[in-house]
């Protein structure tokens, strides 16, 4: 199974909004509601940021919103700060026990 | 507080076996399903497989049905992850990740082991 397609790279200024997509089928992403959004730091491990879409865990900034559409989900994060700046992956839940991640997203606060 | 343990890093010749510990301590070990998902070095993250922490079913993914096993101690609220016929492709961070309720997502990870596969 193919992975989830995302942007490799995006920027944004301290402040700004930026919005990462995470393009799927309608096997996985349009199929389900369970995509979540991990930020990764480097050398750490990823860290839960959204997940069944648009729920936020308890201690996420509430700057950090996802949604979908179609076959395509989106994780927006408005406000922009330094600490952003990491990998982002989202995943989604797919047909026949199968578990997609993307390709991965850098986030360059500039 | 949910924490997440793994074992050290490993160092490893290609035809060998690695075997990962992941230990649990902050909620109920047999409560939930813990995957294990790996990252080569710049790739994606991958998922490798699970298992239910209650009754030790397990799912592999395709790619690794073939070479890995995991396993669980519940006694050591532990969950393993081995890995066989190991290949430089392999190098690779190994994490474990506790699963939310059946939804493939995940609320806390263990910190990443490093195996390196090299003669």
């Known amino acids: 199974q193919s992975a989830l397609t995302q942007p490799r790279s995006v920027s944004g200024s301290p402040g700004q909004s930026v919005t990462i997509s995470c393009t799927g089928t309608?096997?996985?992403?349009?199929?389900?509601?369970?995509v979540s959004w991990y930020q990764q730091h480097p050398g750490k491990a990823p860290k839960l940021m959204i997940y069944?879409?648009?729920k936020r865990p308890s201690g996420v900034p509430d700057r950090f919103s996802g949604s979908k559409s179609g076959n395509t989900a989106s994780l927006t994060i408005s406000g922009l700060q330094a600490e952003d700046e990491a990998d982002y992956y989202c995943?989604?839940?797919?047909?026949?026990?199968?578990?997609?991640f993307g390709g991965g997203t850098t986030l360059t606060v500039l | 507080q949910v924490q997440l343990v793994q074992s050290g890093a490993e160092v490893k010749k290609p035809g060998a076996s690695v075997k990962i510990s992941c230990e649990a301590s902050?909620?109920?070990?047999?409560?939930?399903?813990m995957y294990w998902v790996r990252q080569a070095p710049g790739q994606r993250l991958e998922w490798m497989g699970w298992?239910?922490?209650?009754?030790?079913?397990?799912h592999y993914s395709q790619k690794f049905q073939d070479r890995v096993t995991l396993t669980r101690d519940t006694s050591a609220n532990a969950a393993y992850m081995e890995l066989s016929s190991l290949r430089s492709e392999d190098t690779a961070v190994y994490y474990c990740?506790?699963?939310?309720?059946?939804?493939?997502?995940?609320?806390?990870w263990g910190q990443g082991t490093l195996v390196t596969v090299s003669s």
């Open positions: 995943s989604s839940y797919a047909d026949n026990y199968v578990l997609i």
């Open positions: 069944d879409v648009i």
């Open positions: 298992i239910n922490a209650a009754n030790g079913d397990t």
């Open positions: 309608s096997s996985d992403v349009g199929a389900y509601n369970y």
């Open positions: 990740a506790r699963e939310i309720g059946g939804s493939r997502q995940f609320d806390y």
């Open positions: 902050g909620y109920t070990f047999t409560s939930y399903i």
